[in-house]
């Protein structure tokens, strides 16, 4: 067996505006925080806790994540944005019926769950062996794309199978003129012709 691990990207199901909206928020007061610790001496940062930012709303196991994130960037002389996150104690996962549900405290003694969307099978399949304990969380991360979508980004590790010996194969080549060539060690290979394709793309 070999252990595997991978981060699941999985945008919020329905986010409403609020939620989104303060996401923002928290996430510019996580970034103001590690800027701040950017401004500290590095041997003094590594001492500090979640309890040198106890006037800051954001729950303490996320605050002691991002210090441990800061800490790490050792040549950063400021954070455009540092991501809220936490650890696999701080987060869990949940399924009633179809729907799945992150569940975390973003505020100090404030838990709630957010539904996710998912759109592969696979990820069913692995959201599923987290629930059963036949996977591991690793670290949850809420971040935002370039089109303000809102992603919970999920890292997991599990053991899978070693990968079976190879005991045949063929070889694929593109073309134009031909647009594919297969072939297998021994025999000759199989050609198809790109003319049709040529004529759709000249018609379209």
């Known amino acids: 067996m070999v252990n595997l691990t991978l981060t699941l990207k999985l945008p919020f199901y329905r986010l409403n505006q609020a939620k989104a909206v303060e996401f923002d928020r928290l996430t510019a007061i996580n970034t103001q925080v590690a ?9 003094e940062r590594k001492k500090l806790t979640s309890a040198a930012f106890h006037h800051v709303e954001i729950g303490s ?4 994540q991002t210090i441990r994130n800061a800490n790490a960037k050792t040549k950063v002389k400021k954070f455009k944005q540092m991501w809220l996150e936490v650890n696999n104690q701080g987060f869990e996962i949940f399924r009633a019926g179809d729907l799945y549900t992150v ?3 973003l ?3 404030i838990k709630g769950r957010i539904p996710i969307s ?7 399949d692995i959201l599923d062996k987290l629930i059963s304990l036949e996977a591991k969380l690793g670290s949850l991360k809420l971040c935002k794309s370039k089109k303000g979508i809102w992603y919970a980004l999920i890292s997991v590790s599990m ?8 005991k045949g194969w063929m070889g694929v080549d593109r ?3 031909n647009i594919a060539v297969a072939a297998l060690p021994k025999g000759f290979g199989k050609f198809w012709k790109g003319g049709r394709v040529k004529q759709l793309r000249r018609q379209f």
């Open 103 to 105: 569940s975390f405290s």
């Open 175 to 177: 073309g134009q003129n």
């Open 107 to 109: 505020y100090r003694g």
């Open 118 to 124: 998912i759109h592969q099978a696979s990820h069913t």
């Open 61 to 64: 196991m996320w605050i002691n």
């Open 159 to 166: 053991d899978v199978p070693d990968a079976s010996e190879v």
């Open 35 to 43: 800027n701040e610790l950017l401004q500290i001496d590095i041997k």
